[in-house]
């Protein structure tokens, strides 16, 4: 049976223990004794692990029409969220602003005007101790319109002048944040939906977009925020690029600013989350997996550190973030039966966010667990796993874990010596590289392995097949444009396995050593 989702029973679900009872506080005081009946709907709505109207109607409103009834769940999700909007009042920087302001409203609309100036200089020293430049220009409207108040009486030409350079800066301020988020988005969907560059023509689309003055080197920035995206920036632009070191760079630069502007980014704690995540993953790029370790014992304790509260979207953050790095470190070392002692936790981690986890993020599970199923020896259930990612629904089929999926896919049923159906798994992942412009210099070495593979007629000829794909693979290691590769799998890894008679977890094992003691 299908169950489709309905906006009141995901807000209600989605609500803590603490949130449910002020609502029902807040709401029980204004009801009129003897009629609960909407908590009582409330309730029954938390109750339902997927939402039945059939059910709601049967119990609550026998004699209203279904329209009606839409109209009694309008009414208690605008309470619900009116109820959570006074208990968050001051959750965050942005909440106590907007609450403060509305106040000055308040204040000013009753000419209560000194009141709402003291309120508004309050403000105002607020939202410049934790950079708020958007805060900032409202303020300014409001401190526009207390200057005009009786036709300028109290104001002088200095102040007028004052304030117009105030509000010049405020707005400078803004404009450079926005113009950075702006080319922030640009570059990181290239990199979402693209991967990483593997042509000249992707890398001059990208080096375009980094002409832009506000990222020159040495650029000054007017505040912390654009001091964070200007290197937020220049890392995602240099991972992309396979500049790895360049990409540590910027991201430990990026880092810092979040840890000596704390204040600025108090409410933003994703920001620490991805910044110091992504540069877990860039040190076990360039092999530096003793660094990548350290640091990821530092952001166990990022929580702590950064007193964020928990909530839903942070567990779901720390869920993704954690166990993708953990399969991701043990897989590059080698060590594929630590990486699958995590597939339980990363199940139940599915299971629990399955409505809010991305699709993506689901298929990038799917690849490291079937990638570490290879690499443990278990090509049948590397099949699985990467058949999960290659079904799996709403997701852009063009986009580079599914080009990788389909190519580990042929890998383990070589592995698997599943030849039967290799034939058509080829001939569907040729056609599906090639309309999808995924064929670089990788992928046609792979595809001429496994067609070889399936045309030898004894031992000794797969050995010169695999022979063929190892020289012809050396050299692309050190080629920035398909850095991407070896970011996602080990092909010579598996093929030395295969030319050796060595387990692949081995030869990955001692690859890793010698990288990390090199770095």
């Given at each position: 049976m299908?169950?489709?989702?309905?906006?009141?029973?995901?807000?209600?679900?989605?609500m803590?223990?603490?949130?449910?009872?002020?609502?029902?506080?807040?709401f029980g005081h204004?009801?009129?004794?003897?009629?609960?009946?909407?908590?009582?709907?409330?309730?029954a709505?938390?109750?339902?692990?997927?939402?039945?109207?059939?059910?709601?109607?049967?119990?609550?409103?026998?004699?209203?029409s279904?329209?009606?009834?839409?109209?009694?769940?309008q009414r208690?999700?605008?309470?619900v969220?009116?109820?959570?909007?006074?208990?968050?009042?001051?959750?965050?920087?942005?909440?106590?602003l907007?609450?403060?302001?509305?106040?000055?409203?308040?204040?000013?609309?009753k000419?209560l005007?000194a009141?709402?100036?003291r309120?508004?200089t309050?403000?105002?020293?607020?939202?410049?101790r934790?950079?708020?430049?958007?805060?900032l220009?409202?303020?300014a409207r409001w401190?526009?319109?207390?200057?005009?108040?009786?036709?300028?009486?109290l104001?002088?030409?200095?102040?007028?002048e004052?304030?117009?350079?105030?509000?010049?800066?405020?707005?400078?301020?803004?404009?450079?944040?926005?113009?950075l988020w702006d080319?922030?988005?640009?570059?990181?969907?290239?990199?979402?939906?693209a991967?990483?560059?593997?042509?000249?023509?992707?890398?001059?689309?990208?080096?375009?977009l980094?002409?832009?003055?506000?990222l020159e080197?040495?650029?000054?920035?007017?505040?912390?925020?654009?001091?964070f995206?200007?290197?937020h920036?220049?890392?995602?632009?240099a991972?992309?690029?396979?500049?790895v070191?360049l990409?540590?760079?910027?991201?430990?630069?990026?880092?810092?600013?979040?840890?000596?502007?704390?204040?600025?980014?108090?409410?933003?704690?994703?920001?620490?989350?991805?910044?110091?995540?992504?540069?877990?993953?860039?040190?076990v790029?360039?092999?530096?997996?003793?660094?990548a370790?350290?640091?990821?014992?530092?952001?166990?304790?990022?929580?702590?550190?950064w007193n964020?509260p928990r909530?839903?979207?942070?567990?779901l953050?720390?869920?993704?973030?954690t166990?993708?790095?953990?399969?991701?470190?043990h897989?590059r070392?080698?060590?594929f039966?630590?990486?699958?002692d995590?597939?339980?936790?990363?199940?139940?981690?599915?299971?629990?966010?399955?409505?809010?986890?991305?699709?993506?993020?689901k298929?990038s599970?799917?690849?490291?667990?079937?990638?570490?199923?290879?690499g443990?020896g278990?090509?049948?259930?590397?099949?699985?796993?990467?058949n999960?990612?290659?079904?799996?629904?709403?997701?852009?089929?063009?986009?580079?874990?599914?080009?990788f999926?389909r190519?580990?896919h042929?890998?383990?049923?070589?592995?698997?010596?599943?030849l039967?159906?290799l034939?058509?798994?080829?001939?569907n992942?040729?056609?599906?590289?090639?309309?999808?412009?995924?064929m670089?210099?990788?992928?046609p070495?792979?595809l001429?392995?496994?067609r070889?593979v399936?045309?030898?007629?004894?031992?000794?000829?797969r050995?010169?097949?695999?022979?063929h794909?190892?020289?012809?693979?050396?050299?692309?290691?050190?080629?920035?444009?398909?850095?991407?590769v070896?970011?996602?799998?080990?092909?010579?890894?598996?093929?030395e396995?295969k030319l050796?008679?060595?387990?692949?977890?081995?030869?990955?094992?001692?690859?890793?050593?010698?990288?990390?003691?090199?770095a």
């Amino acid at each position: 049976m299908e169950h489709l989702p309905d906006h009141l029973h995901s807000l209600i679900r989605s609500m803590t223990g603490p949130e449910k009872r002020y609502f029902k506080v807040q709401f029980g005081h204004r009801t009129p004794k003897g009629r609960n009946d909407r908590i009582a709907l409330f309730d029954a709505i938390a109750a339902m692990e997927y939402f039945d109207l059939d059910a709601l109607l049967a119990r609550f409103d026998r004699k209203r029409s279904v329209g009606q009834f839409t109209t009694i769940k309008q009414r208690l999700y605008d309470a619900v969220l009116r109820s959570l909007s006074a208990y968050h009042a001051e959750h965050s920087i942005d909440a106590r602003l907007a609450r403060s302001l509305h106040h000055v409203e308040i204040l000013h609309d009753k000419a209560l005007y000194a009141d709402a100036e003291r309120m508004l200089t309050s403000s105002k020293r607020l939202a410049q101790r934790h950079g708020r430049s958007e805060a900032l220009l409202r303020i300014a409207r409001w401190e526009e319109r207390l200057l005009e108040r009786d036709n300028y009486a109290l104001a002088v030409p200095s102040t007028i002048e004052a304030h117009f350079q105030r509000g010049q800066e405020a707005l400078a301020t803004e404009q450079e944040r926005q113009a950075l988020w702006d080319l922030k988005s640009k570059v990181f969907m290239q990199l979402y939906r693209a991967g990483q560059v593997r042509n000249s023509d992707a890398s001059i689309k990208l080096d375009d977009l980094m002409t832009h003055p506000l990222l020159e080197p040495g650029a000054v920035q007017r505040s912390a925020r654009a001091s964070f995206l200007y290197h937020h920036i220049h890392g995602a632009a240099a991972f992309s690029k396979g500049e790895v070191a360049l990409c540590i760079d910027h991201l430990e630069k990026g880092l810092g600013t979040l840890d000596r502007e704390r204040s600025k980014f108090i409410d933003e704690p994703n920001l620490a989350i991805s910044t110091l995540s992504n540069l877990i993953y860039a040190k076990v790029c360039v092999a530096r997996y003793t660094e990548a370790f350290a640091l990821l014992n530092k952001f166990r304790t990022l929580p702590e550190r950064w007193n964020m509260p928990r909530t839903e979207d942070l567990d779901l953050k720390l869920f993704a973030t954690t166990a993708s790095l953990e399969l991701t470190i043990h897989s590059r070392v080698g060590d594929f039966e630590k990486a699958l002692d995590l597939l339980p936790m990363v199940e139940r981690g599915i299971a629990r966010h399955e409505q809010h986890l991305g699709a993506m993020r689901k298929a990038s599970f799917y690849y490291q667990i079937a990638y570490a199923q290879l690499g443990a020896g278990r090509p049948d259930h590397a099949l699985r796993w990467s058949n999960r990612l290659l079904d799996s629904t709403h997701i852009d089929d063009s986009a580079e874990i599914v080009s990788f999926g389909r190519m580990l896919h042929l890998m383990a049923q070589i592995d698997a010596n599943d030849l039967g159906i290799l034939p058509y798994a080829l001939r569907n992942t040729t056609r599906f590289l090639s309309t999808r412009k995924r064929m670089h210099r990788f992928e046609p070495l792979l595809l001429s392995m496994v067609r070889s593979v399936m045309k030898a007629s004894n031992m000794e000829a797969r050995l010169a097949a695999y022979r063929h794909f190892h020289e012809r693979l050396l050299p692309l290691q050190h080629d920035p444009f398909e850095k991407a590769v070896f970011d996602h799998m080990d092909p010579i890894a598996w093929v030395e396995g295969k030319l050796t008679g060595r387990a692949f977890a081995e030869v990955v094992k001692e690859r890793a050593h010698r990288s990390d003691v090199a770095a």
